[in-house]
């Protein structure tokens, strides 16, 4: 059934139809046009368009269209509607008649598709952020079983200095953590609700649109109709965050395609990602890192058509924006089978380290640590580089590594060589000198290594927490306390929150949201936020959650807290704070927020109380949802994010003077 006609004398042609239909791609869309559709009804009941009645049976119909398509998702291709939103219609009408007819009032395909589409982004960037860290981890299992192998570094595929392989790994762990950044901002933009906006001049009907996007799951309702409709920024940025990624993942593939290369022999594949030729018995090919590296083109396709489909069109729909979803959902869904086969990949590898420390040990990677030996023999490094030029080119032409020559023949480079030299050229000598923070000594990898499991960073060097000043002293309590509250987290079993904890934080936030102690969360919420959360669990159960949902660089609010009655004074709330304020310090954020009916617990923590008119004007928005808006009893306090101790900020109100 078209949701037009009457202005036409003549029914469209075969074949524009089949040009113009697209149902073939926007079926995926069908869930989400339903869930929007349910809203909408609300909507209409509150504003006297639908009776009680009418809004109920409305609601019962798509619940059942919803069962159906979850039961068979390809039972919307057997329709030849126009597009989702023709079929999702035509269906509600079969079950209830002209009433099915009465649901678009007021609204229009152009809000409805864009608010369709950014439900279903919000979902599947969920799924990707799952599945980067996930991906994350098999690097993070790969470094620590590999900490210690000797790998050959490269500059220009040239041999240059000797790394670890847990090292490698933890570079692209930094990589995708930058990722994983990307994607979170983008949901974030992302997060704004079009529906009512109507065609492109809003609706008529008094819809109040904050309540609408909150019962869709929305942080807020977008705030220009002309541009909500006509905005596809937010399928811009995810395909630029898969692009990105992609050049991650292809990267990650080039180098293990190299080291898996019978000239370099650094790793076998195993034989889960690896095919034979049809000719040649001998082969074991590396077809899922090629596939890989092959597949982030069709990436960079799909958003370079999206950025030269929107570069020119006028204010607000227009049909070119019809191409927005077959390139999305092709890129994010290629993105997320290479995530997943990146796993794979990672799970399997096995590395020959006897083959990896003798390529290390050639290539005369160690000509560095002589320069070095030579610059504490006090010549200046210009000097000291030159000559070993010239001792690297004769053991070229020699045809031995640096250290087989005797002291006398290294003594006619420099007569401030002695015995003491060797120890400084071997393999062990330059892994172990790299102790900087992000170096690639054994030590400096473990120390990373349980830095990020335990969700921090060490930010200071061990010679800077042994000095013996105030300020050093400070600093090293300072750095103990965090530990031990770490430490404390991680024995209460406080953990950052999987997909698999969705239900059961829904739980507990709805349970204190009823009691009007926090604000409800929907559970697509909790989804978009699943990064934020931490859980509490005892015995395996999850019985407490929290959030740090980070508004701008910088600024954090802690929010939907919640401990199960039964188990309350046991330390976990605080424990959740605690492991909350440790990544708040991790990814270097200056304040930390909360709203609280609860102030001396937060106070103990080291919060202290603020002005509510210094808060940002995103933060007051959220109150636009909270049923006690207009009688608000809770406190605003602050945590500032520090080392050393800092000026308490202006406007703040010390615990002592809490009334």
């Known amino acids: 059934m078209a949701l037009w006609g009457g202005r036409f004398k003549q029914q469209a042609s075969t074949q524009f139809k089949a040009f113009n239909d697209s149902l073939p791609v926007d ?5 989400q046009d339903i869930v929007g559709s349910v809203a909408w009804s609300k909507a209409l009941l509150k504003v006297g368009v639908l009776s009680a009645t009418e809004q109920h049976d409305l609601e019962q119909a798509l619940g059942s269209l919803i069962e159906e398509v979850q039961a068979n998702p390809q039972v919307v ?44 982004c919000k ?15 098999a690097l993070m299992d790969l470094s620590q079983r590999e900490r210690a ?39 974030y933009r992302a997060d704004t609700s079009p529906l009512g906006s109507g065609a492109l001049a809003g609706t008529a009907y008094p819809i109040n649109r904050m309540e ?46 190299f080291y898996n290369s019978g000239e370099a022999g650094f790793i076998e594949l195993s034989d889960e990602v690896t095919s ?8 074991k090919n590396p077809d899922a890192l090629e596939l890989i590296r092959g597949k982030s083109g069709r990436v960079y396709g799909a958003m370079t058509a999206m950025m030269m489909t929107m570069k020119a069109l006028p204010l607000a729909y227009n049909k070119d924006m019809q191409e927005d979803k077959e390139g999305l959902f092709d890129a994010l ?150 530990r031990l509250n770490a430490q404390k987290a991680e024995a209460l079993s406080v953990r950052r929150a999987k997909m698999t904890d969705v239900d ?33 669990e005892v015995e395996g159960a999850v019985i407490g959650c929290a959030c740090l949902y980070i508004y701008q660089t910088g600024l954090a609010e802690v929010r939907s807290v919640g401990v199960d009655v039964d188990v309350q004074g046991k330390g976990q709330g605080r424990a959740m704070i605690q492991y909350l304020l440790e990544q708040a310090r991790h990814i270097e954020l200056k304040r930390v927020i909360v709203l609280t009916r609860v102030p001396d617990f937060f106070a103990k923590l080291g919060f202290i109380r603020t002005a509510m008119a210094s808060l940002p004007e995103k933060v007051m928005k959220d109150c636009d949802i909270c049923p006690k808006k207009n009688a608000c009893d809770e406190v605003a306090m602050e945590y500032v994010v520090r080392i050393t101790e800092q000026p308490m900020p202006a406007g703040a109100i010390p615990v002592n003077q809490l009334a």
């Open 27 to 31: 079926f995926r869309l069908a869930e």
């Open 77 to 120: 291709l057997e329709s030849d509607a126009e597009d989702i939103h023709s079929w999702v219609e035509g269906k509600l009408i079969d079950k209830v008649g002209d009433l099915g007819k009465k649901l678009h009032t007021g609204r229009s395909r152009n809000d409805q598709v864009a608010t369709d589409l950014k439900l279903w």
């Open 123 to 137: 979902q599947k960037g969920g799924e990707l952020l799952l599945s980067l860290v996930n991906f994350q981890q």
């Open 149 to 187: 192998t000797v790998l050959p570094g490269y500059t220009h595929l040239q041999r240059a200095q000797p790394v670890t392989f847990g090292h490698w790994c933890l570079a692209y762990v930094e990589m995708f953590d930058r990722d994983i950044g990307r994607l979170k901002d983008a949901l």
């Open 212 to 257: 609408l996007a909150a019962d869709l799951g929305f942080r807020r309702a977008t705030m220009n109709s002309l541009d909500a409709v006509s905005d596809r920024d937010h399928v811009i940025e995810l395909l630029s965050s898969a692009s990105i990624s992609m050049m991650h993942l292809s990267r990650f593939a080039e180098d293990l395609i």
């Open 276 to 283: 034979g030729s049809s000719l040649m018995p001998q082969k």
């Open 333 to 482: 869904d290629t993105w997320q089978q290479c995530l997943d086969m990146g796993v794979m990949v990672a799970q399997g590898l096995r590395v020959n380290s006897t083959r990896t420390l003798a390529a290390a040990q050639q290539g005369y990677a160690n000509a560095t640590e002589l320069a070095d030996y030579l610059v504490s023999k006090d010549i200046p490094f210009r000097e000291a580089h030159h000559i070993v030029g010239e001792a690297v080119l004769a053991a070229i032409e020699a045809g031995k590594p640096l250290e087989d020559f005797s002291l006398s023949e290294l003594k006619q480079y420099s007569d401030r060589i002695e015995e003491d030299v060797y120890k400084h050229l071997s393999i062990e000598s330059c892994l172990d000198k790299r102790e900087v923070l992000g170096g690639t000594s054994r030590s400096q990898v473990q120390k990373t290594i349980e830095s990020i499991q335990s969700g921090k960073h060490e930010i200071l060097g061990s010679h800077v927490l042994g000095g013996t000043g105030t300020d050093q002293i400070q600093l090293a309590l300072k750095q103990v306390q965090q």
């Open 504 to 536: 059961q934080i829904l739980r507990i936030v709805s349970y204190w949201s009823e009691k009007g102690e926090t604000l409800p969360r929907s559970r697509d919420n909790i989804i978009h936020d699943i990064q934020n959360f931490v859980v509490a």
